[in-house]
């Protein structure tokens, strides 16, 4: 039965962390184990939920909070330029009106 455990563990490496976080012990997993062996439904929990939560803090923990304020003030920039672009182009314009040459000639 440990054998085949140790196997189980090797091929699912993401309990190791799970004992690392300190979330369960050896022992708890162990008996899990005896319990209800390989049963994917009983190990999603472990397995599936547990790294999904370890990504999203390593993503958090590696974003460089610099390059985001880089790419806010950016687009904010960009946002105002278009912004001052749309407003010229909703204002009226005078219509141009052609004034004829040698209009006071007569006077």
Same mark, same amino acid.
């Not at 140790?6 to 091929?11: D, E, G, N």
């Not at 162990?30 to 319990?35: A, K, V």
């Not at 999603?44 to 939920?49: L, Q």
């Given at each position: 039965?440990? &054998?085949? !455990? #140790?196997? !189980?563990?090797? %091929?699912?490496?993401? @309990? ?12 708890? @997993? !162990? ?6 062996? &390989? ?16 990504? @999203?803090?390593? @993503? ?8 985001? #304020? ?6 904010? #920039? ?5 912004? %001052? ?9 005078? &219509? ?12």
């Amino acid at each position: 039965m440990k &054998e085949n !455990f #140790k196997l !189980f563990v090797r %091929s699912n490496p993401k @309990l190791i962390t799970y004992v690392k976080n300190k979330n369960a012990t050896w022992q708890e @997993l !162990f008996e899990i184990y005896s319990l209800y062996g &390989e049963d994917k439904e009983v190990w999603d929990k472990y397995i599936i939920n547990d790294n999904s939560i370890n990504d @999203l803090i390593s @993503l958090i923990k590696n974003v460089n909070l610099d390059s985001i #304020k880089n790419i806010v003030d950016g687009m904010q #920039k960009a946002i105002s330029i278009i912004q %001052s672009i749309s407003s010229n182009n909703n204002e009226p314009h005078e &219509e141009y009106e052609a004034k004829k040459k040698y209009d006071n000639l007569d006077d």
